[in-house]
């Protein structure tokens, strides 16, 4: 594998769960990588591995390293008298939530030509904003559960128990249960304190939900399906566990043909325009009929745990990255008006 | 108005074009700006308005130009011993197309805190890709075409004759009207010359076009609907013709519903996340109802000529740009990790 860069950080609400990933996935890959901070303010810093702790973070301590700058090509640091280049092949990016999945960071590195392992600018919008994932489940020919968009103060017409999200976040954050009237002000007070609309989808207490993670990269790589252990819905704490997980998982108990239309939708679903990520999509099985819950196009610590074949995924995937095409300006319709015009 | 600065150019087929635009859109505003080039290799320079002029840029001139670099809060150039921000109040975007459409601009603004009119990221995916765009119609309660989204090599179901365009482009280029099989090839040819997708639409001849521009700024602020002169479709060269109309558009001749319809059609549109932007809609009427064709999110020379009150609109909109929140990291989680298992 050529050497990595890890990106982590971020001005979203899983900062902090973001310099999690990035020690979970440096574990799991195993080869020499290099680690670059994104502060909440919007500043890179490279970080050595023997400060690759939670405290020198949350301490403030990361503003004593290197700070870069990005630049045509990669980031720079400043030496006396300008600016010189670090060593960057390639970004894997565990920014998660805002910046990270919300093609703000896919936007920047296709805009400075640095290669980048993660979902670019189209495939961060449709699965940020849940509304928008609603219509690619719908582009994929993938089910997924009726739902209603609500903004604060209105009415919510589905029926009890139902669960509410904030539209954009990309976390469990502001996620509620509203089983009667008794919840209804604590759910819509923690979905709009995040966005000022909301997805509302009926709650079905015993739906089974599973997690499955690939990418395509020549041919498809993909992981196990995993049935997660869960309470009502998995909440912040619960989910992010997982970024620390070291065993692998084991492969579901599922029927064989369910499991196959699972496989199936996902592979619908990267092909909207997943290219370059490794992503992770919780399904739900009704009736045996496979639906669509949500798409996590930076999971935790990339999802390593789910794969018997993490390392050869990722390499594969780095050495397909797709790249945005290079357009050079022409001026020929300039020369054309000006000809017409005799000037211009 | 505080002082602008109109940023033009890009990597994008409509580089050229951008130039024009800008010339377009300082003539209308009139008030003192800065002027920003973004080359096709993406670096940003520091334009004297005395060249303004095309050729300037077609002969590579631009090159000894100041260099500008992105800095968080604004543009920076190069001093002896490091950098030192320019003034930038606001950044207004004339940049078509790629880079400028097709959300990566709005990313680095939104990056780098810089406040700037035009379209935000979600917007502008959603307007750059045709198919996003009849998801976004259906979003905002607004009529479409039917439409057949189509790859290089598939076969045509809808019947002749249908117009063809690349899924993504934000210009003129590429389109071509299919009427038999002989136009086929070349068509084909033409669409997919751009992107790996196409769609195709019925093509109606006799259909009515009309544009209408506006923002949200506080209030309202919507142009004249314009019935514009065609021929078969507006292609390249015609439809950038606009970008040098110094004359005034005239209301189109339309009855009062309609011309309702389609100013609360504009309405719904844009408030599916346009917020920030100056946008134009193109609208037909069929049989007196109101279909959204397409949806020009940085509008040639922000479609000024489509105002009789042009200065106010940018003003207000200027004055009313929407800031992303900011989100300041918390290590809350960090900490209750340690505590619970003593180390991290």
Same mark, same amino acid.
């Given at each position: 594998?050529?050497?990595?860069?890890?990106?982590?950080?971020?001005?979203?609400?899983?900062?902090?769960? +973001?310099?999690?990933? /990035?020690?979970?996935?440096?574990?799991?890959? #195993?080869?020499?990588?290099?680690?670059?901070?994104?502060?909440?303010?919007?500043?890179?810093?490279?970080?050595?591995?023997?400060?690759?702790?939670?405290?020198?973070? /949350?301490? #403030?301590?990361? +503003?004593?390293?290197?700070?870069?700058?990005? /630049?045509?090509?990669?980031?720079?640091?400043?030496?006396?008298?300008?600016?010189? !280049?670090?060593?960057?092949? @390639?970004?894997?990016?565990?920014?998660?939530?805002?910046? #990270?999945?919300?093609?703000?960071? &896919?936007?920047?590195?296709?805009?400075?030509?640095? &290669? *980048?392992?993660?979902?670019?600018?189209?495939?961060?919008?449709?699965?940020?904003?849940?509304?928008?994932?609603?219509?690619?489940? =719908?582009?994929?020919?993938?089910?997924?559960?009726?739902?209603?968009? @609500?903004?604060?103060?209105?009415?919510?017409?589905? !029926? *009890?128990?139902?669960?509410?999200?904030?539209?954009?976040?990309?976390?469990?954050?502001? =996620?509620?249960? @509203?089983?009667?009237?008794?919840?209804?002000?604590?759910?819509?007070?923690?979905?709009?304190?995040?966005?000022?609309?909301?997805?509302?989808? !009926?709650?079905?207490? +015993?739906?089974?939900?599973?997690?499955? &993670?690939?990418? *395509?990269?020549?041919?498809?790589?993909?992981?196990?399906?995993?049935?997660?252990?869960?309470?009502?819905?998995?909440?912040?704490?619960?989910?992010?566990?997982?970024?620390?997980?070291?065993?692998?998982?084991?492969?579901?108990?599922?029927?064989?043909?369910?499991?196959?239309?699972?496989?199936?939708?996902?592979?619908?679903?990267? #092909? @909207?325009?997943?290219?370059?990520?490794?992503?992770?999509?919780?399904?739900?099985?009704?009736?045996?009929?496979? *639906?669509?819950?949500?798409?996590?196009?930076?999971?935790?610590?990339?999802?390593?745990?789910?794969?018997?074949?993490?390392?050869?995924?990722?390499?594969?995937?780095?050495?397909?990255? !797709?790249?945005?095409?290079?357009?050079?300006? +022409?001026?020929?319709?300039?020369?054309? =008006?000006?000809?017409?015009?005799?000037?211009?």
């Amino acid at each position: 594998m050529q050497q990595p860069i890890i990106l982590f950080g971020g001005a979203s609400f899983e900062h902090e769960i +973001s310099i999690v990933s /990035a020690i979970g996935l440096h574990q799991a890959i #195993g080869v020499r990588c290099e680690f670059v901070f994104l502060s909440s303010d919007h500043r890179f810093y490279l970080i050595d591995l023997i400060n690759m702790r939670a405290d020198y973070f /949350a301490s #403030g301590k990361f +503003s004593r390293s290197t700070e870069l700058f990005l /630049a045509n090509g990669g980031f720079e640091r400043k030496t006396l008298f300008g600016r010189t !280049p670090i060593d960057c092949d @390639v970004i894997i990016s565990v920014v998660h939530g805002a910046d #990270g999945e919300d093609g703000t960071l &896919a936007a920047l590195f296709d805009f400075y030509n640095i &290669a *980048y392992l993660g979902p670019r600018i189209e495939a961060s919008t449709l699965s940020y904003n849940k509304h928008l994932t609603k219509h690619l489940a =719908i582009m994929a020919g993938v089910r997924t559960l009726p739902y209603e968009i @609500v903004r604060r103060g209105e009415v919510v017409k589905t !029926p *009890y128990p139902y669960i509410m999200k904030p539209l954009r976040l990309g976390s469990s954050l502001g =996620i509620s249960v @509203v089983k009667g009237a008794s919840d209804l002000d604590y759910a819509h007070d923690s979905a709009f304190e995040f966005d000022s609309e909301a997805i509302v989808e !009926p709650y079905i207490a +015993s739906v089974r939900e599973y997690n499955l &993670a690939g990418c *395509y990269a020549d041919d498809w790589h993909l992981s196990v399906i995993e049935e997660p252990q869960k309470k009502e819905f998995l909440d912040f704490d619960q989910k992010y566990l997982d970024f620390t997980r070291t065993s692998k998982a084991k492969e579901a108990d599922l029927d064989g043909n369910v499991a196959a239309a699972m496989r199936e939708a996902f592979k619908r679903i990267y #092909g @909207v325009g997943f290219f370059g990520a490794l992503i992770r999509c919780d399904f739900f099985v009704i009736d045996n009929e496979v *639906y669509l819950n949500e798409i996590n196009p930076v999971p935790g610590s990339l999802a390593n745990y789910l794969f018997d074949n993490y390392e050869s995924a990722l390499i594969a995937l780095i050495e397909n990255l !797709p790249r945005r095409k290079s357009i050079t300006a +022409s001026y020929n319709y300039i020369h054309s =008006i000006r000809s017409q015009k005799g000037k211009l």
